[in-house]
């Protein structure tokens, strides 16, 4: 161990770069433990899944679509949407027209005199 740690004394340029190695592993390991967003899953950690995954360069799962192409997409968007409406205070309906698409209409409170 003496050895060891006389060598990276004299040598601070190989150690560092194997201690920034050791860690970007470390930090790939942890950051890989995050489970991918779900439906229920809150933007905020949306948002912390894709800027850790892109900082630490894991690409592929940071742009992964796999959320948005999952059966329960527009579930999620719904739901999304009525709870900003409700936390802004806004009525939420929801219509169907003829062909069978949804429209969301969100139709502000009434003013207060």
């Not at 950690?45 to 800027?51: G, I, L, P, Q």
């Amino acid at each position: 161990m003496n050895r060891f740690i006389s060598f990276m004394l004299q040598n601070p340029i190989p150690a560092s770069v194997m201690a920034t190695w050791v860690f970007s592993m470390f930090m790939t390991f942890l950051v890989s433990l995050l489970p991918a967003p779900t439906k229920d899953s809150t933007p905020r950690y949306v948002w912390w899944f894709k800027s850790l995954n892109t900082f630490i360069g894991n690409l592929q799962r940071a742009k992964s679509t796999a959320l948005e192409q999952s059966p329960n997409w527009q579930a999620a968007v719904d739901a999304q949407i009525e709870a900003f409406a409700r936390r802004r205070g806004v009525v939420f309906t929801q219509q169907t027209t003829e062909t069978t698409e949804k429209t969301t209409v969100i139709t502000p409170p009434p003013e207060k005199k």
